[in-house]
């Protein structure tokens, strides 16, 4: 066999001689992890995956969208569980005269509401209707808002 001509390529591995058959080079600027992902990758990478995938140019549009979503609403997450508690106390703690069970029938479904309006949030910027940011920020502002205005409500 005859030894084939490799200039421009990287130095082979082995023999030159050994390569049997149709071997195609691709050169590419793609990394190895734009290669090799899956769709949805974004769901369970870390904060570093999220941020290199938002910086690699190998990144679709739709994806960039989710990234830049995902980003904000993992940054987010803290501050939508205490606002979450601090309007869910007030429905509990704030009960004049009714039932215990009532109270927590409406603090379930003031978190239903809480989690629902956040869903369809990310729903509107994942599908490019909100923003991204301002659909991980919306339920904050709206939420944050109505929880200050019930904090007045707690029996002490």
């Not at 995956?49 to 993992?74: E, K």
Request: proline letters at 5%; glycine letters at 10%; one cysteine or more.
């Amino acid at each position: 066999m005859a030894v084939k001509d490799v200039a421009g390529f990287p130095p082979p591995f082995g023999d030159v001689r050994e390569i049997a058959g149709d071997v195609v080079f691709l050169k590419t600027t793609l990394s190895f992890e734009a290669m090799t992902r899956k769709s949805n990758w974004y769901q369970y990478g870390s904060m570093v995956d999220l941020v290199n995938g938002l910086v690699d140019p190998a990144t679709d549009s739709s994806d960039r969208n989710d990234v830049t979503l995902y980003i904000h609403v993992r940054l987010l997450r803290p501050f939508l569980a205490l606002t979450l508690m601090f309007m869910t106390l007030p429905l509990v703690l704030g009960g004049y005269g009714r039932n215990m069970f009532v109270n927590l029938g409406y603090a379930l479904g003031n978190s239903a509401l809480f989690y629902g309006v956040g869903l369809f949030c990310q729903y509107l910027g994942s599908s490019g209707v909100l923003a991204p940011a301002l659909a991980a920020w919306l339920p904050l502002f709206f939420f944050a808002t109505l929880a200050t205005y019930r904090w007045g409500q707690i029996r002490t």
